[in-house]
């Protein structure tokens, strides 16, 4: 809808990769406008899903709620949101590549099942068949309850969680009735739908990620749940979609969990980015925790492991390193790695920081750097500024840059990259001093 003048242009000097040989001269430039703008500083636009829906044109589709980090103040001051009304969720459509956009319809993000109860629909994610076009939907529901938190002792949240799916054969206009997504097998079911998951017992979902493509035309979606017993000790895995030949839906399966130990994490390894390795591997990073009350042998880390057997078996994982041995210092932040189609290396974007910290802050700063493909390190020389808090126009010590999703340009082949700036735990209030507009970051990669 807009896409203004452009508000900041970043250039850095970036390497190419030890195993490319070639000198550290090329410039990754970052160029920021504004996506979606917004009236008023209580009601942030946040995308939550965004990409192609078509396998031969550049259609877009996005998925935007508003008002959540509003609704986020009054929750964690233990208050009710039922007084809190922001704007419905919109999906857009663009078919020019993302020039001009359009809207094309809403959901329902809240339903009141009975007393302080709510079914809460997320902001849905879009898969298309490469062979005929049809787009299958895939929102995650989880059970609430007003003015808990999802992740405080009581909430139902980690107990509830189901993912449904649509079709469409028209191009979004229309959809088919929503089906629960339960995998193939005679074990599963509509209770126990996924290995090791459970309705009532633990959950399982996805975040916002487009699908990873395989040789063979099956594609998958980062995916992480509580296979076990506790809680608050997520792993990650990879839900495989195959396309049914009738293309009247998809056929699931998910890859073994893989896990960060007790050591590392306090909460286990969840919020997984897959890439797949030029010798066929599969690359999959894990966010991991570290707890404020209680120390770590690994503080602050970020972990990897990898699948040789399509997700049979993964590797021990290990903690995310510099080309030169030192760890890459990590708050519990979203982090994606991918291969870009431009120049075939394999890149991470995060937040990074020069030294330990605990829990989710400091965001601050949000990087992409280029990592080894030998060694899967960070190769120091390449990190690069997305953004970064600027005090001087008053903005929060808290502020924090991350949450974001991003598509790969199929006509220049940059990497888009949407964003919203979150205040941080104290939630959305007039002087918080975080913009509520999303903004639109275009990562020039070099050749």
């Known amino acids: 809808m807009l896409q203004l003048a452009v508000g900041l242009v970043l250039s850095f000097t970036v390497g190419t990769g030890a195993a490319s040989g070639v000198p550290a001269t090329k410039t990754i430039k970052i160029v920021r406008t504004v996506h979606l703008e917004q009236p008023g500083m209580l009601e942030e636009a946040v995308v939550g899903w965004t990409g192609y829906v078509s396998p031969d044109k550049n259609i877009l589709m996005e998925a935007v709620t508003f008002g959540g980090q509003r609704g986020f103040y009054f929750t964690v001051r233990g208050q009710s ?23 094309c319809g809403t959901w329902a993000a809240e339903t009141p099942i009975h007393g302080r109860w709510i079914l809460n629909r997320e902001g849905p994610n879009f898969i298309y068949n490469p062979k005929t076009g049809t787009i299958l939907r895939l929102d995650r529901t989880t059970e609430t309850i007003d003015g808990i938190l999802p992740w405080i002792k009581g909430s139902p949240v980690g107990r509830t969680g189901l993912l449904w799916t649509q079709l469409s054969h028209d191009g979004g206009k229309t959809w088919s009735d929503p089906e629960q997504l339960v995998c193939q097998g005679p074990e599963y079911d509509p ?17 916002g990620v487009d699908p ?16 076990g017993n506790e809680l608050h000790r997520y792993s990650s895995a990879c839900l495989l979609g195959t396309w049914r030949s009738d293309d009247r839906g998809v056929d699931w399966t998910v890859t073994s ?3 960060v130990n007790p050591d590392c994490s306090y909460s286990g390894g969840d919020e997984p980015s897959i890439a797949l390795l030029p010798d066929g591997r599969w690359l999959m990073t894990m966010r991991a925790y570290t ?25 021990e994982p290990e903690l995310l390193r510099f080309t030169d041995g030192r760890q890459v210092y990590c708050p519990a932040s979203l982090a994606h790695v991918f291969r870009s189609t431009k120049n075939g290396r394999l890149y991470i974007i995060t937040n990074i920081l020069d030294q330990p910290t605990v829990a989710c802050d400091p965001r601050t700063t949000l990087q992409i750097a280029e990592m080894d493909m030998k060694s899967l390190r960070v190769i120091p020389e390449t990190v690069t500024v997305i953004e970064t808090r600027n005090a001087a126009a008053g903005q929060p010590a808290n502020i924090r840059f991350s949450n974001w999703r991003r598509y790969e340009d199929r006509e220049i082949r940059n990497i888009v990259l949407v964003m919203t700036g979150d205040p941080g735990d104290v939630g959305r209030y007039e002087s918080c001093g975080v913009p509520p507009h999303c903004y639109r970051y275009e990562l020039t990669l070099p050749e």
């Open 81 to 103: 949101t039922r007084d809190h009304h922001p704007r419905e969720p919109l999906l857009r459509r663009s078919t020019d590549n993302g020039r001009t956009w359009e809207d």
């Open 191 to 207: 209770t126990h739908w996924a290995p090791g998951l459970w309705y009532g017992q633990n959950s399982g979902g996805v975040q």
């Open 212 to 227: 990873v493509w395989l040789p063979d035309g099956r594609f998958l979606l980062p995916f992480f749940g509580l296979p």
């Open 257 to 259: 969990y893989a896990t």
């Open 291 to 315: 707890p404020s009350n209680f120390k770590l042998a690994v503080p602050s880390g970020r972990f990897f492991t990898t699948t040789s057997d399509q997700g049979k078996t993964w590797s």
